[in-house]
């Protein structure tokens, strides 16, 4: 059903409405003076142009313009009477203890009127014409909303001829208090732009309630706060510059969330500038057992880079560094692992690719001497299974070193199997050595 709309009434200069058409003990008890009602008539009809019989409820709102924008103000009045013929007439601001507000008439600026009958969509607004600004007249006799007798002349005192002293009379050459001048647009925060003058700020809000979105920079923010260009937070104390708490039982939401479409651009990128104790440019922490103190996907999981070092110190600088957890003393928890690799599986339908690879590591050159591609080292504590190296064969061997390989200690094997070429006859013949030791 489509509501046309007809013209908007208004009774008397004041709104001072008929009291025939609510009665007292329907009506709310307005304060001494002109009621802040609005007197209007319409016709309902369908959206064929039938008229309504009956009933209905209708949603009235008032606007700052004729289209788009919050309701500056709104009422439902519940099951309005209409005639044979659909005419009705209600006043505007009856369900509400102060009526319709007196303030939005006292700006200067357009008022729309916008109705909505239950179950329809809203219809074109309505141009409040001037009989409904005379809400003004409301507060003509007050200034600044308090009657004239609160404001009076203090009683002048004799200066002994019986003449007023004349340092109690008005200082009539003072001059006026400073009026706020300036422009802004709706929506937007207002800013001092001079010492009586404001504007516009960068800061943009709009809709209203779980719906709020307050733009920095951009006009058409897509989330509860969105800011077009850069941020910075500071802090000068020991707590967090910037604090992202995600909260509610159940959430699966995150904290931060970083995002570029910027092929060379960072998500999250953290600087350190401090030279001495301990800082770190991203921190991750988590509480839970299941959790992860920092977590990464993409071609690179997690990618670690050291750009600073100082000679000077016996801690090497390190690409990543990862501690496992260590149980105190006493507890019968085993200690974490520093590192848990898992390579990546390749297509299982394809014969020419690999699977990844656990642990890869290239050593760097030097021109002393080149770096291993990997160094490990076993603790020696307990004096058992302290391996500086422990491997399992899965579908191949254990170890597979190409090149030569280098041992300063001695080999123990359950078996030893050495295959040489005889020395006596190496075209014909093989020397196996074979020998069974005993672990220590």
Not at 216 to 235: A, L, W, Y
Not at 241 to 259: E, F, I, K, M, P
Not at 345 to 353: I, M, Q
Not at 381 to 402: I, R
Request: proline content about 6%; charged content about 10%.
């Amino acid at each position: 059903m489509k509501l046309r709309i007809g013209c908007v009434l208004v009774g008397f200069s004041s709104l001072v409405l008929c009291l025939g058409a609510q009665t007292s003990a329907s009506r709310p008890a307005f304060a001494q003076g002109p009621p802040p009602l609005i007197q209007f008539s319409n016709v309902a009809t369908d959206e064929v142009g039938n008229t309504l019989s009956g009933e209905v409820n209708i949603t009235f709102s008032l606007y700052s313009s004729q289209q788009g924008g919050e309701p500056l103000w709104t009422e439902t009045q519940n099951d309005v009477q209409l005639d044979p013929t659909g005419h009705y007439s209600v006043q505007l601001g009856i369900t509400k203890p102060n009526g319709v507000p007196t303030a939005m008439f006292t700006t200067g600026e357009a008022r729309w009127l916008g109705v909505q009958i239950a179950e329809q969509a809203p219809q074109p607004r309505v141009l409040l014409l001037s009989v409904p600004y005379a809400l003004k007249a409301g507060d003509a006799e007050t200034i600044g909303g308090l009657p004239s007798s609160a404001f009076m002349l203090s009683n002048p005192t004799s200066n002994g001829t019986g003449a007023p002293s004349s340092t109690n009379q008005s200082n009539t050459s003072a001059s006026p208090p400073a009026v706020v001048t300036g422009s802004g647009t709706p929506n937007y925060l207002p800013i001092w732009k001079g010492s009586t003058a404001l504007g516009n700020s960068a800061i943009n809000e709009t809709g209203s309630g779980a719906s709020t979105r307050i733009g920095i920079n951009t006009t058409t923010p897509t989330v509860m706060f969105d800011v077009e260009g850069q941020g910075r937070f500071r802090t000068s104390t020991t707590t967090q510059a910037l604090l992202v708490y995600q909260n509610g039982a159940g959430a699966t939401g995150n904290g931060l969330v970083g995002v570029t479409t910027s092929p060379g651009g960072n998500g999250v990128q953290g600087f350190v500038t401090a030279t001495t104790g301990f800082a770190a440019g991203v921190y991750g922490a988590a509480s839970s057992l299941s959790g992860y103190g920092v977590s990464g996907q993409g071609a690179n999981g997690v990618r670690g880079e050291s750009t600073l070092c100082d000679n000077s110190v016996t801690t090497l600088c390190e690409g990543g560094t990862f501690f496992g957890y260590s149980a105190p003393s006493g507890s019968g928890v085993l200690g974490g692992n520093g590192i848990t690799s898992l390579a990546g599986n390749a297509d299982p339908t394809s014969t020419l690719v690999e699977g990844g690879i656990g642990v890869y590591g290239v050593g760097g050159s030097g021109g002393f001497a080149d770096g291993p591609g990997a160094w490990l080292i076993g603790a020696g504590n307990a004096g058992a299974f302290g391996d500086g190296v422990l491997a399992y064969a899965g579908s191949s061997y254990a170890g597979n070193f190409v090149g030569d390989l280098n041992v300063i200690g001695t080999i123990f094997a359950s078996t030893k199997d050495f295959k040489i070429d005889h020395p006596l006859d190496p075209a014909n013949k093989y020397l196996i050595t074979l020998r069974w030791s005993r672990r220590k």
